[in-house]
């Protein structure tokens, strides 16, 4: 079955500075990578998005690269503030059309420091 | 508030007792997710169920059973608890039952077995 792979673990960032995180997964059958992000004490929730025939996608501040070739995905994060600390987590799956099982990443803690 | 109700959100018992946990999803989701968070092994998906049918399996233990009733609700059923089995459990839903596209995610019941 499908593994992904998160680094780092924890990551510790200055108010402004730039966040990147970096997964790998192992199924090269694998089109659909979602980034969720949890706080304390709620669930995970979507923040950004890219299916495998997109290289790259931004949203704000928020930017997912795809490399398909080296099985890599990341998020980037610019320009950080305090609410983004949180537990970030990627995940990758394989459209069926019927049926979804998300594989995710063991997640990165992130904390922005003023 | 992501739509998806999960009830009770703290449950403590002892080993070797039933459980059940109960899930809402969010109003004209279909498909509802279920996923076992520990503190060392991330997210891992248990099961998916659409319209009432099973669609996905992951790694779920023969202990645990989970179904769909006509009304959309989900319950997870655990017996025969064991202290490994302590873990939040989350609850997630989803328009489609496809692979991609936004899981809305409750937030949580933590099991606490003694």
């Known amino acids: 079955g499908e593994n992904v792979e998160q680094h780092p673990s924890t990551l510790s960032v200055q108010e402004g500075d730039s966040a990147v995180i970096k997964c790998t997964y192992s199924d090269s059958a694998s089109n659909y990578f979602p980034w969720y992000k949890q706080e304390l004490g709620k669930g995970p929730q979507l923040i950004i998005d890219i299916r495998s025939n997109v290289g790259e996608k931004k949203d704000q501040r928020i930017a997912v690269t795809l490399n398909k070739t080296a099985k890599h995905f990341s998020l980037h994060i610019t320009e950080t503030q305090p609410e983004d600390s949180a537990v970030y987590f990627c995940?990758?799956?394989?459209?069926?059309?019927?049926?979804?099982?998300?594989?995710f990443g063991t997640g990165t803690r992130l904390q922005v420091t003023l | 508030d992501s739509g998806v109700t999960q009830t009770p959100k703290h449950l403590i018992t002892a080993t070797g007792q039933r459980v059940t946990l109960r899930c809402s999803p969010r109003?004209?989701?279909?498909?509802v997710y279920w996923y076992q968070q520990s503190l060392d092994q991330g997210l891992q998906f248990l099961i998916q169920?659409?319209?009432?049918?099973?669609?996905a399996k992951g790694n779920i233990l023969e202990r645990f059973s989970a179904q769909q009733f006509p009304d959309l609700h989900s319950e997870l059923n655990l017996s025969s608890l064991e202290l490994g089995d302590s873990a939040l459990y989350f609850c997630a839903s989803s328009r489609r039952g496809g692979g991609t596209g936004e899981l809305f995610f409750g937030e949580g019941s933590r099991l606490t077995v003694l």
């Open positions: 109003s004209g989701d279909l498909s």
């Open positions: 169920y659409y319209n009432g049918e099973e669609r």
């Open positions: 995940a990758a799956s394989i459209n069926t059309g019927t049926a979804s099982k998300l594989t």
